[in-house]
């Protein structure tokens, strides 16, 4: 039975089960450590750069999780791999709160960054199949909208913990929100995972010279958003801990972020569906430049919270609409096409922190960082409109050969 056969309705179960799933495999896995990092370099003096490194750790686990399932998950399977990272996500979570030296913590943090790959895959290649058959694979975009609540969740939550019982207990709190939310993930995936099995897709199979283009296009202007944004996205709360009279309260400009990131992973995909997937990237990737520029410029509260509530409204819609994007060009190679990218999202993610975290101690600014991102953000904005002529160029010319088939003089 093939998909279409079955999938006429609205995929609401794989909408809210990805949502889920992002809510863990990012929310958790990725943005936990933003609010906790201030927390860790007072409370456990963990120095600025040292911080950039553990970042670095995370990413290369994430690196190094997205080539090991990409070989892996056609072989596993994505239910299995999904319990699997859930499993790490939720003890390596934990173990956090027992580390008691960089070591221990790098190492901890490169296991929660591999099992956000695995959880992210798995989920990817459950429901991103199930969106193109709905004919929507901008929906992959509205998943990241769980990350946003859980910034907002944890946002919240770990300074009122950290009162009592300080960043271990926040950690703590990080893992027991991982185990609860990972148990409704699953019962949300899980049957049409089982449901997938032996199914066949209609997707043709062979990409043509310009579509290529347009995918590896793409797939450049993703590496330098995953450098870029990771250097902002690591050390917001930390900049915004510089200034005085936010120094007790800067975690609320990271739930800032998740409220921004909630509604925008729901507005722009919704944009995206009219005016296209790869234009609303584009303009996106432009706004989240501006944020970096705004920071550098504006250095005062009010300038940094504006540059925060940019940053929120632009940054998560993209990964959603890039994959989205691919996985419609890639046919019923999406899961070979979307580990790829991950593979060099990763690889972008690791240089990013550790750069941006040197950087930072060599000039004791975040400026000629926030700088360097945004100049790279823009360079990613314009490779975005190249991809879109190349997929333009390939559009029209099937519509001409297919004029030409249907014309009488061709038989």
């Given at each position: 039975?093939?998909?279409?056969?079955?999938?006429?309705?609205?995929?609401?179960?794989?909408?809210?089960?990805?949502?889920?799933?992002?809510?863990?495999?990012?929310?958790?896995?990725?943005?936990?450590?933003?609010?906790?990092?201030?927390?860790?370099?007072?409370?456990?003096?963990?120095?600025?750069?040292?911080?950039?490194?553990?970042?670095?750790?995370?990413?290369?686990?994430?690196?190094?999780?997205?080539?090991?399932?990409?070989?892996?998950?056609?072989?596993?399977?994505?239910?299995?791999?999904?319990?699997?990272?859930?499993?790490?996500?939720v003890l390596g979570s934990w173990a956090m709160s027992f580390g008691g030296s960089f070591d221990a913590w790098a190492l901890m943090m490169f296991c929660i960054g591999f099992s956000s790959a695995?959880?992210?895959?798995?989920?990817?290649?459950?429901?991103?199949?199930?969106?193109?058959?709905?004919?929507?694979?901008?929906?992959?975009?509205?998943?990241?909208?769980?990350?946003?609540?859980?910034?907002?969740?944890?946002?919240?939550?770990?300074?009122?913990?950290?009162v009592v019982s300080g960043w271990q207990g926040g950690w703590r709190f990080v893992a027991l929100t991982a185990a609860v939310a990972g148990i409704v993930c699953l019962l949300l995936l899980a049957?049409?995972?089982?449901?997938?099995?032996?199914?066949?897709?209609?997707?043709?199979?062979?990409?043509?010279?310009?579509?290529?283009?347009?995918?590896?296009?793409?797939?450049?202007?993703?590496?330098?958003?995953?450098?870029?944004?990771?250097?902002?996205?690591?050390?917001?709360?930390?900049?915004?801990?510089?200034?005085?009279?936010?120094?007790?309260?800067?975690?609320?400009?990271?739930?800032?972020?998740?409220?921004?990131?909630?509604?925008?992973?729901?507005?722009?995909?919704?944009?995206?569906?009219?005016?296209?997937?790869?234009?609303?990237?584009?303009?996106?990737?432009?706004?989240?430049?501006?944020?970096?520029?705004?920071?550098?410029?504006?250095?005062?509260?009010?300038?940094?919270?504006?540059?925060v509530g940019i940053f929120g409204s632009s940054f998560l819609a993209i990964p959603g609409l890039v994959l989205g994007m691919l996985g419609k060009l890639a046919g019923n190679k999406k899961d070979?096409?979307?580990?790829?990218?991950?593979?060099?999202?990763?690889?972008?993610?690791?240089?990013?922190?550790?750069?941006?975290?040197?950087?930072?101690?060599?000039?004791?600014?975040?400026?000629?960082?926030?700088?360097?991102?945004?100049?790279?953000?823009?360079?990613?904005?314009?490779?975005?409109?190249?991809?879109?002529?190349?997929?333009?160029?390939?559009?029209?010319?099937?519509?001409?050969?297919?004029?030409?088939?249907?014309?009488?003089?061709?038989?």
């Open positions: 039975m093939k998909i279409s056969d079955r999938q006429m309705t609205f995929p609401v179960r794989a909408v809210c089960g990805g949502i889920v799933a992002m809510f863990l495999a990012f929310g958790i896995g990725r943005f936990a450590y933003s609010p906790l990092l201030p927390l860790m370099q007072v409370q456990a003096g963990l120095a600025v750069d040292m911080a950039g490194y553990l970042a670095s750790a995370m990413y290369f686990g994430y690196l190094f999780g997205s080539v090991a399932v990409t070989k892996t998950l056609a072989k596993v399977g994505a239910l299995p791999t999904l319990c699997f990272g859930l499993t790490v996500l695995a959880t992210f895959l798995a989920t990817l290649s459950i429901v991103l199949g199930v969106f193109l058959e709905y004919g929507a694979g901008w929906l992959t975009a509205i998943l990241y909208s769980g990350i946003g609540l859980a910034i907002v969740v944890i946002g919240f939550a770990i300074p009122e913990i950290a049957p049409i995972s089982r449901s997938l099995r032996g199914t066949t897709s209609t997707t043709a199979t062979t990409a043509s010279y310009g579509t290529e283009r347009a995918m590896i296009l793409l797939l450049v202007a993703y590496a330098l958003y995953g450098f870029a944004n990771t250097i902002g996205s690591t050390f917001l709360v930390t900049m915004l801990a510089q200034f005085s009279g936010l120094q007790d309260r800067a975690y609320m400009g990271w739930v800032l972020v998740g409220m921004m990131v909630i509604p925008s992973c729901i507005i722009w995909p919704l944009v995206a569906a009219r005016v296209g997937e790869i234009r609303t990237t584009a303009f996106l990737l432009v706004l989240l430049a501006l944020a970096n520029i705004v920071v550098v410029t504006w250095q005062n509260r009010v300038g940094v919270l504006v540059a070979k096409v979307t580990g790829i990218a991950t593979i060099i999202f990763g690889a972008s993610m690791v240089i990013g922190p550790s750069v941006g975290g040197y950087i930072a101690k060599l000039t004791n600014s975040f400026d000629w960082s926030l700088m360097m991102a945004g100049g790279l953000l823009l360079l990613s904005s314009f490779i975005m409109i190249l991809a879109e002529q190349a997929n333009r160029s390939e559009t029209v010319q099937l519509c001409v050969m297919d004029k030409e088939a249907e014309s009488p003089l061709s038989r």
